[in-house]
């Protein structure tokens, strides 16, 4: 079964630009989620997708946003980019269980530089 | 709200030899999900082990293994006969067992960085 694939890996944008990060689930994988990882901050919440529908959201401002398509793939997008947006993302799928029991799964991250 | 630590910054072992990896969180939560993930150079974060807070019996996978002590709410990674390739930044990380989504998400520790020495 492939795993959870984003595109893409590496990208370099200036400030006050828009990006847009993509995310494909694992197989049958409805629920995305999306998480920023800096060395200051760490690993923080963006927000989770199911069903086409954002679940909830961390505590990020409103220039960092996203959604889910049918198929279950998902983007998320950053506008008026600034340079503290500079991170690794990891975007993560799970079949998303009552319970919360499932184990989410990894992409290989895009890491975003913002000159 | 909940908060996973982390207290060791960098761990570092001898090849072949044990080594524990710390992690205590705090919740008000009696059902929850902990996890230990697994994120080396390459920056693909890996899914180690997990625990269910209702089982008392600690998970083991291979040569992985957690201390779970609930009461404590500690969460320690027992790695043995550490291999080269166990080098890596190791995140605790919690979740709610509670539905709802407001408390699905993943919450992680600071992540200690682990060290094998050959």
């Known amino acids: 079964k492939a795993g959870v694939t984003q595109t893409p890996r590496y990208l370099i944008k200036t400030r006050g630009q828009q990006v847009t990060l993509s995310c494909s689930p694992i197989?049958?994988?409805?629920?995305v989620s999306w998480y920023q990882q800096t060395p200051g901050q760490g690993l923080q919440f963006l927000f989770e997708y199911f069903s086409e529908t954002q679940r909830n959201k961390g505590n990020f401002p409103g220039r960092f946003s996203g959604r889910q398509f049918s198929n279950s793939r998902s983007e998320m997008n950053v506008s008026t980019l600034e340079l503290g947006d500079s991170a690794l993302y990891l975007c993560?799928?799970?079949?998303?269980?009552?319970?919360?029991?499932?184990?989410?799964?990894f992409g290989p991250g895009t890491r975003l530089l913002v000159l | 709200a909940q908060t996973v630590t982390q207290s060791q910054p960098e761990m570092s072992v001898q090849e072949a030899e044990t080594v524990t990896l710390s992690c205590t969180y705090d919740t008000s939560e009696s059902d929850y999900y902990l996890f230990w993930y697994k994120q080396p150079p390459s920056r693909q974060m890996i899914l180690v082990i997990r625990?269910?807070?209702?089982k008392q019996q600690n998970a083991t996978e291979n040569r992985f293994s957690v201390n779970f002590q609930k009461a404590a709410k500690s969460f320690s990674l027992k790695i043995s006969d550490s291999q080269l390739g166990d080098a890596a930044m190791y995140f605790c990380a919690y979740r709610s067992a509670r539905w709802g989504d407001s408390n699905y998400q993943l919450i992680w520790g600071a992540g200690t960085k682990l060290i094998i020495k050959p």
């Open positions: 993560a799928s799970s079949r998303r269980l009552a319970g919360g029991g499932e184990t989410q799964y």
């Open positions: 197989s049958g994988h409805r629920s």
């Open positions: 625990q269910e807070a209702y």
